[in-house]
């Protein structure tokens, strides 16, 4: 689970998007390069989104996943130094890009600068971008200041019931991001990593 896992988490999104497009009728001879391109695009990730979940296992019984347009399920997580953020509660009242990633996932690695520029543009007014590590606290913590990360990330454990899970992930691809509403509902998703800085501005538009 570790030097492999984010060329892995690629390939399952190759796979999965191949997939579905093979399952709507598409033509098995296309080009590779077809499906990550659809991958980045909305009715690509809903395509993605929805064969991913088939395909998971169930949550275990009482969690509660988030769907498109309801409220994010509450859940408390610490963050690198141990102080608790209660969500929603915490993210009420301005919108937010929250970015599932860990330090073992190459591809999670390298949005991460994009995702701090971006951060840095929309000051306080704008998006606010929140990283959860799902990730043991230590290495997450030299990670940030190794490479100077300074918006806020959150840490959970990976596991059927993490945040990942809980905001719409069953399949635990990494990265993962979602936007959250001002009044804290599930307003879309990105399964796999963004392409460069405009593609994360782009997206977090709503």
Not at 81 to 107: F, Q, Y
Not at 120 to 127: C, D
Not at 171 to 199: C, H, M, N, W
Request: proline share 8%; glycine share 10%.
């Amino acid at each position: 689970m570790r030097s492999d896992s984010g060329n892995a988490n690629v390939r399952i999104v190759l796979v999965a998007l191949t997939a579905a497009l093979a399952g709507a009728g598409a033509s098995i001879y296309f080009d590779p390069t077809i499906a990550m391109r659809l991958a980045s695009t909305e009715p690509g990730q809903r395509l993605l989104g929805a064969v991913l979940k088939s395909q998971a296992p169930a949550p275990p019984e009482g969690v509660r996943v988030a769907e498109r347009g309801g409220l994010v399920p509450a859940m408390t997580l610490p963050d690198a130094n141990g102080t608790a953020t209660r969500i929603p509660d915490a993210w009420l009242g301005k919108a937010r890009l929250v970015n599932l990633w860990a330090t073992w996932c190459g591809p999670c690695l390298k949005e991460m600068p994009d995702l701090q520029v971006f951060a840095n543009e929309q000051g306080a007014n704008g998006v606010q971008v929140v990283g959860i590590a799902l990730d043991d606290a230590a290495g997450v913590r030299d990670f940030l200041q190794q490479h100077r990360i300074t918006y806020p990330v959150l840490i959970d454990a990976p596991g059927p019931a993490d945040a990942g899970v809980r905001l719409g992930n069953p399949a635990g691809v990494l990265p993962y991001t979602v936007l959250i509403s001002a009044e804290g509902r599930l307003l879309k998703t990105k399964i796999g990593p963004f392409d460069d800085k405009q593609a994360i501005a782009d997206w977090a538009k709503h």
